[in-house]
């Protein structure tokens, strides 16, 4: 297991239009975390996930947006009808739970551009 | 919402100096992680540190956490080019099980060879 993988890496769609992105965590890890990263800013968590359970959710997370992790393996997070304001990073993490001394582990990022 | 806010937002300094970064938080935490993002990539966990600990060494890192004034330091000691990137704390103060990370803004450190 060589980390958390995103795919894809990078994605330009048109306003509107819908996408789905996804998540492979550590196997080990229970817990996946989905942020998402402006331009100049730190991560804002956007919803996690023990298990195949959604624990969490952001109030950034509007209904455009769903995440699931069915049978507790990979996550996919759509977003429906996107907005510009949508062009951000988004952000994979996963962890044990409680989480041991080496933190959470990301993904390398999708960067999402909506024009 | 960002609990953390670094200080400063950007840091430029000579290959062999030291560089600290500061962090401050709002609320009480379970642990405070540092993490580190080159341009355009994924974050790198670098440290941890519990609530009930006060200071941490990793390689050339040292992290101190003064849990009274709700503030961190992140220490790199024998600065080199590669130590180029951004730098972010992040809290974990979720109550119970509810472990997650909110981040402050970062720090952008430039290391000059």
């Known amino acids: 297991d060589t980390g958390v993988s995103q795919d894809p890496r990078h994605k330009i769609t048109k306003r509107g239009q819908n996408v789905t992105f996804r998540c492979d965590p550590i196997s080990e890890h229970n817990r996946l975390y989905w942020y998402r990263q402006t331009l100049g800013q730190g991560p804002e968590f956007l919803t996690y996930?023990?298990?195949?359970?959604?624990?969490?959710k952001s109030r950034l997370l509007s209904d455009r947006f769903s995440a699931e992790r069915p049978k507790g393996s990979f996550s996919t997070l759509e977003i429906q009808r996107t907005e510009q304001g949508d062009s951000a990073m988004y952000l994979c993490a996963s962890s044990f739970s409680p989480p041991r001394g080496y933190g959470y582990t990301f993904g390398s990022g999708t960067r999402l551009t909506v024009v | 919402s960002q609990q953390g806010e670094e200080d400063p937002q950007a840091l430029s300094i000579q290959e062999g100096e030291n560089a600290t970064m500061n962090c401050s938080y709002k609320?009480?935490?379970?642990?405070l992680q540092w993490y580190r993002q080159n341009s355009g990539r994924g974050l790198v966990h670098l440290i941890l540190i519990r609530s009930n600990e006060r200071e941490k060494h990793s390689g050339r890192l040292r992290v101190t956490l003064d849990t009274s004034k709700k503030s961190s330091s992140l220490l790199i000691t024998a600065s080199r080019a590669a130590d180029t990137a951004s730098y972010f704390c992040a809290t974990d103060s979720g109550g119970g099980s509810n472990y997650k990370l909110t981040f402050g803004k970062g720090t952008l450190l430039t290391v000059n060879p």
């Open positions: 996930f023990q298990n195949e359970a959604q624990l969490e």
């Open positions: 609320t009480s935490i379970n642990n």
